[in-house]
């Protein structure tokens, strides 16, 4: 039904740079709040970034001022770029979004939150 692929991760020394993008297809008929979350070895998964269907963006403190939260809404796309890059960045991410589903002519039901499958980021010299 509906699917979230992410992209745009890899390997970079400290200070470096990553953009990841998160596609969301599928039966969708609208999106409310997209988010980041990630997850290190032996860690729970932890929220990095969200926003909101009218743009409101919220961050965990560690990634304030180094990470930027975007959405294309035509595209059903959130991106997270990621600059500054530190060693305890290292973790997988995923997105996940909020949405309603398409079930006919102008009709809509809640469907839920999806999450991608995640994409590893690795931040190490």
């Known amino acids: 039904q509906v699917q979230l692929v992410e992209s745009g991760g890899g390997s970079v020394q400290p200070g470096g740079s990553l953009r990841l993008s998160c596609v969301a297809s599928?039966?969708?008929?609208?999106?409310?709040?997209m988010g980041w979350y990630r997850q290190a070895p032996g860690k729970q998964r932890e929220p990095v970034a969200t926003?909101?269907?009218?743009?409101?963006?919220n961050y965990e403190d560690s990634v304030k001022g180094r990470f930027t939260i975007s959405r294309d809404y035509a595209k059903n796309t959130v991106y997270l770029q990621m600059n500054s890059l530190k060693p305890h960045d290292t973790a997988v991410y995923y997105c996940?979004?909020?949405?309603?589903?398409?079930?006919?002519?102008?009709?809509?039901?809640?469907?839920?939150?999806?999450w991608g499958q995640g994409t590893q980021v690795a931040v190490s010299s």
């Open positions: 996940n979004a909020d949405l309603w589903l398409s079930t006919g002519w102008r009709s809509q039901s809640y469907g839920g939150i999806y």
């Open positions: 926003i909101t269907s009218d743009g409101r963006t």
């Open positions: 599928g039966i969708i008929f609208s999106i409310d709040d």
